[in-house]
């Protein structure tokens, strides 16, 4: 509505104090927006509206380590840093007289994954020897394989719950159904009989992709849904092993990550 506003020269200046508080929202470190493709479409038209729409341009100076370079004349202006240039120090000095308003950004990959301390959703990873017994972190060789079992918990119901399992590295992902049937009818698995497994989960879609395996489900509240697919050692070395993540996919905000147990394996030739 306020893009709308600003597109159709209708603006007011209630409406633009109203865009200040939603960007000042947006960018609170208290909480976590989860935005749907159509959300940032829209805050991405307000913006353009409102840096259109803009009265004045603003004038700063960015002095990286020694160097400093101006902006001026413009509404809006983007820089990006590199982990050097922070650490050599990054100073932004307002010189015009129109109000800036400043939004840092910082994107990496977190040298540990947090598990989601919650127990009304819950996502587990646990890896199998094709006999059924549990795998307990020992060295794999080359070739060998090992039955991943992903367990997912739900106190409400979901329709739509995305299952993202990433592997981590020397290992690919299997399609257990290809397999011959006759070699899983003694095992069993967390309960589970391998021979019975299609109706230990509501699947709606299955992808074994190179380097993780996703499956779209549907759960019910208090009972647990139960993946399972094949993981073979291909490549030899030592790799960190990524958490299994699950998540509403029209609510992403209802999003659990697990538990990489253990955090890192071990292939030999």
């Known amino acids: 509505m306020l893009a709308l506003a600003a597109e159709s020269g209708l603006s007011k200046p209630e409406y633009a104090a109203r865009a200040y508080d939603l960007a000042r929202g947006l960018a609170a470190g208290d909480r976590i927006w989860w935005l749907s493709t159509q959300d940032q479409l829209a805050v991405l038209r307000l913006g353009r509206a409102l840096a259109v729409d803009a009265p004045t341009s603003f004038a700063a100076s960015v002095a990286v380590g020694g160097s400093v370079s101006e902006s001026t004349g413009r509404a809006l202006v983007s820089r990006a840093f590199d982990p050097a240039q922070l650490a050599a120090g990054v100073r932004i000095t307002p010189s015009g007289g129109a109000p800036l308003y400043a939004t840092t950004e910082v994107s990496g990959i977190p040298r540990r994954y947090t598990p989601t301390e919650r127990t009304d959703f819950r996502i587990t990873r646990t890896w199998y020897r094709t006999d059924g017994t549990q795998w307990d972190g020992e060295s794999l060789a080359e070739g060998e394989v090992l039955v991943a079992h992903v367990k997912v918990e739900s106190a409400e119901a979901m329709r739509d719950a995305l299952v993202v399992d990433l592997l981590p590295g020397g290992l690919e992902v299997e399609n257990l159904n290809l397999t011959d049937a006759s070699q899983w009818a003694n095992v069993t698995i967390d309960g589970v009989a391998l021979s019975e497994r299609s109706g230990a989960a ?56 697990g538990t990489a147990t253990p955090e890192r394996i071990a292939v030999a030739r």
Do not use: C, H
């Not at 395996?213 to 019910?220: F, G, N």
């Not at 849904?225 to 029209?250: I, K, Q, T």
């Open 202 to 257: 509501q699947v709606k879609f299955e992808e074994y992709r190179d380097d993780r395996y996703v499956a779209a489900i549907e759960l019910w509240g208090g009972t647990p849904a139960n993946l399972f697919y094949l993981v073979r050692a291909v490549s030899p070395g030592d790799f960190v092993v990524p958490p299994p993540v699950v998540e509403d996919m029209y609510r992403p905000a209802l999003r659990a990550v």
